[in-house]
């Protein structure tokens, strides 16, 4: 299932004007496919990002997640959305300090409904993807800067999402750290059939994107598969 935008537009007050975040951006992002977000800071592509994660809705345009068109959707329904087809990885792991790697997945799990059993298999299942099994019952403390975010990744994917949207997964990681990150998103991508969107400023990250859109002032520039 795919990630699809619209003509979509956005903007922001600013005094007695409004300032254009997104200026009328399409994209389609295929599901088993990354697409690599790129652009100087201010471009816009957190915009991108947060309308993409039904965090915002636009003045116009159509956003589609997984086949279901978000327009006329309320909060809750939006909500429910979010927990069942969008994983969400932020800059920053953001784990919490008392529980271990597998209980940050299964709390995922419990929040949408899932019977405590399943939750734990679905958890231990995906720290055995991301190269975590034996690290399952480690607190954050106990882990590397590395590990947490596998973490992370493994906790955005933990409600079977079809959308996968990760912001700069590793800024806070030194370059053999964050190359391993990224080819393991783009492994999960391809293995889980899930509509990857990766905004990035590293033009290292960038191989292994299945097409690359670059972002400025509010406007896509530029679209079609990395060079070099």
Request: no cysteine; net charge neutral.
């Amino acid at each position: 299932m795919s990630l699809e935008l619209t003509d979509v537009t956005l903007t922001y007050p600013d005094g007695d004007s409004r300032l254009t975040a997104l200026d009328r951006v399409s994209l389609y992002v295929p599901e088993g496919s990354l697409t690599a977000v790129v652009g100087p800071s201010g471009s816009g592509k957190s915009s991108l990002l947060a309308v993409a994660a039904t965090l915002i809705t636009p003045d116009s345009g159509t956003v589609r997640v997984a086949g279901r068109e978000t327009a006329g959707l309320g909060r809750g329904e939006l909500s429910a959305l979010r927990r069942s087809r969008i994983g969400i990885v932020f800059q920053q792991p953001n784990l919490l300090p008392a529980l271990t790697a597998a209980e940050q997945l299964e709390v995922m799990a419990r929040i949408d409904g899932r019977p405590k059993a399943a939750a734990r298999e679905r958890a231990r299942e995906l720290l055995d993807a991301v190269g975590l099994a034996g690290q399952a019952d480690r607190r954050p403390h106990q882990l590397s800067g590395g590990q947490r975010q596998r973490v992370n990744i493994a906790r955005a994917l933990m409600n079977d999402a079809r959308v996968l949207l990760v912001d700069e997964p590793t800024s806070a990681l030194d370059r053999e750290r964050g190359a391993a990150v990224l080819d393991l998103i783009t492994e999960l991508t391809h293995r889980t059939a899930t509509a990857t969107v990766l905004v990035t400023h590293d033009p290292h990250h960038l191989a292994g994107a299945d097409q690359v859109v670059r972002v400025a002032d509010g406007r896509l520039t530029a679209q079609g598969t990395p060079v070099g």
